[in-house]
């Protein structure tokens, strides 16, 4: 198994520009989320999701969008990137139930917006 | 609203020494999961050792080990004969248990541990 996977890797934006930053896990997890992180904060919660087809927000939502198309794909879009966006991006997942209380990270995306 | 509070901002160990990391958190639930991740250099999130709150037993994972007091709300990592890979920063996780949870990890702010040869 890959485990969760992101990309791209790095990636450098001017102000306004969109992009799609991928995520993908083989798995078969039912819970995926995107999470932030700035320096000198934890992981913050983006958007998340909890099937194919069902996302919702997350503690900060605001300038993302996401869909769940399939169980193993969960893209994050910037619509218009802003500075403030300038950070790690981490994909997570875990499967359902008690006992599958662990969620795998993905290896991260650094963004930059000039 | 579940928070998680790391007060060491870093900490530093001697080579083949035990270090203890810190956490607290704060929770109005009985059911829950705590996590200490480790992350490296490299970005990647590691998971270290996990809880289950119902579980009294401290959860042991080779050289790491947890103290688990419910009551105190305490999740503190000890690591014991440091190595210089341990260096890395340290996240303690809390997520919620129980019917419909999102799976939702809060996290505190890390500890960065500095090992020393």
């Known amino acids: 198994n890959a485990g969760v996977t992101q990309t791209p890797k790095f990636q450098v934006l001017k102000t306004g520009q969109s992009m799609t930053l991928q995520c993908a896990q083989d798995?078969?997890?039912?819970?995926m989320s995107w999470y932030r992180q700035d320096p000198g904060m934890g992981l913050r919660l983006i958007h998340y999701s909890v099937g194919a087809g069902i996302t919702d927000q997350g503690e900060v939502p605001n300038g993302y969008n996401v869909s769940r198309s399939t169980t193993e794909d969960f893209p994050l879009r910037l619509l218009s990137a802003a500075p403030s966006q300038t950070s790690v991006y981490f994909c997570?997942?875990?499967?359902?139930?008690?006992?599958?209380?662990?969620?795998?990270f993905g290896p991260g995306t650094r963004l930059t917006v000039l | 609203a579940q928070t998680v509070t790391q007060s060491q901002p870093e900490m530093s160990v001697q080579e083949a020494e035990t270090v203890t990391l810190s956490c607290t958190y704060d929770?109005?639930?009985?059911?829950?999961?705590l996590f200490w991740y480790k992350q490296p250099p490299s970005r990647q999130m590691i998971l270290v050792i996990r809880q289950e709150a119902y579980k009294q037993q401290n959860a042991t994972e080779n050289r790491f080990s947890v103290n688990f007091q419910k009551a105190a709300k305490s999740f503190s990592l000890k690591i014991s004969d440091s190595q210089l890979g341990d260096a890395a920063m340290y996240f303690c996780a809390y997520r919620s248990f129980g019917s419909g949870n999102t799976g939702k990890l809060i996290f505190g702010q890390g500890t960065t541990l500095q090992v020393k040869p």
């Open positions: 997570a997942s875990r499967g359902r139930g008690w006992k599958q209380g662990t969620q795998y």
């Open positions: 798995m078969n997890h039912e819970y």
């Open positions: 929770t109005s639930e009985s059911d829950y999961y």
